[in-house]
T-cell receptor, first 112, second 112 residues
Framework: AQSVTQPDIHITVSEGASLELRCNYS??????LFWYVQSPGQGLQLLLK??????LVQGIKGFEAEFKRSQSSFNLRKPSVHWSDAAEYFC??????????FGAGTTVTVRA | DTAVSQTPKYLVTQMGNDKSIKCEQN?????MYWYKQDSKKFLKIMFS???????INETVPNRFSPKSPDKAHLNLHINSLELGDSAVYFC???????????FGPGTRLLVL
C-alpha cells in the first residue's frame, strides 16, 4: 500500500522568502503524485501533479515540484512567498486503483 | 458554475440523529469519492464510486452509506451519529482511475 510522509508539521517563512515543503512517498510502482493546498475553511485546490515525463513540474501560483525517484521525494518549492500562501499543504500519492493517499499536511505561516 | 458542490456547508446535530450530505459534480466525471478530514487535518478516503458502482469501501462503520443516483451525484447518509463523526467531509470527482481528483468545499459536521 502506498503512503506519504510530510516531515514538517509547521513552517514559518517571511514574505518574499523562498519556501520548500518536503514530501516522501512509499509506493512499489511509478507513482502519481500531487500537491494540494487548503486555505483556512476552504476545500482542497490542486497546485500541481506528476504523472510521467519531465521530473520538474510547474503548477499554479508560482509553485513547482521536483520528482526524485532515487530519494522517493516530491518536494514543493516557491521562490518568493506571498502572504496569501499561508495555508495547509498536502502531498498525495495515487495508484491505479483510484485511491489517493494523503500526507498529514504542512501548515505554512507567512510573517510580514 | 462550481465544479464540485456539497450541501450543506455546515451541519450541527445531536448524537443519535440521522443526516445526509449531498454532492454534485458538473465536470462530466465518472468517478466520485468521499473523504473524511479529522481534527488533525488528516485526510482519509472513505468511499469511491465509478459509474454508480462502489469500487472503494475503506474500513468505515456501516452507519455510513453512500448512494449514487447517477454519475453526477454521490450522497452520504450517516445513521445514529456519534461524537467521533465530527469532522469535515469532502467530496471529490475524477475522470477515471489515476486521474486528478477535484474536491468540493467540504461539509463541516459537528455532532453534539
Amino acid at each position: 500500500a502506498q503512503s506519504v510522509t510530510q516531515p514538517d508539521i509547521h513552517i514559518t517563512v517571511s514574505e518574499g522568502a523562498s519556501l520548500e515543503l518536503r514530501c516522501n512517498y512509499s509506493y512499489g510502482a511509478t507513482p502519481y503524485l500531487f500537491w494540494y493546498v487548503q486555505s483556512p475553511g476552504q476545500g482542497l485546490q490542486l497546485l500541481l501533479k506528476y504523472f510521467s515525463g519531465d521530473t520538474l513540474v510547474q503548477g499554479i501560483k508560482g509553485f513547482e515540484a521536483e520528482f526524485k525517484r532515487s530519494q522517493s521525494s516530491f518536494n514543493l518549492r516557491k521562490p518568493s512567498v506571498h502572504w496569501s500562501d499561508a495555508a495547509e499543504y498536502f502531498c498525495a500519492v495515487g495508484d491505479n486503483d483510484y485511491k489517493l493517499s494523503f500526507g498529514a499536511g504542512t501548515t505554512v505561516t507567512v510573517r510580514a | 458554475d462550481t465544479a464540485v458542490s456539497q450541501t450543506p456547508k455546515y451541519l450541527v446535530t445531536q448524537m443519535g440523529n440521522d443526516k445526509s450530505i449531498k454532492c454534485e459534480q458538473n465536470l462530466g466525471h465518472d468517478t466520485m469519492y468521499w473523504y473524511k478530514q479529522d481534527s488533525k487535518k488528516f485526510l482519509k478516503i472513505m468511499f469511491s464510486y465509478n459509474n454508480k458502482e462502489l469500487i472503494i469501501n475503506e474500513t468505515v462503520p456501516n452507519r455510513f452509506s453512500p448512494k449514487s443516483p447517477d454519475k453526477a451525484h454521490l450522497n452520504l447518509h450517516i445513521n445514529s451519529l456519534e461524537l467521533g463523526d465530527s469532522a469535515v467531509y469532502f467530496c471529490a470527482s475524477s475522470q477515471g482511475e489515476a486521474e486528478t481528483q477535484y474536491f468540493g468545499p467540504g461539509t463541516r459536521l459537528l455532532v453534539l
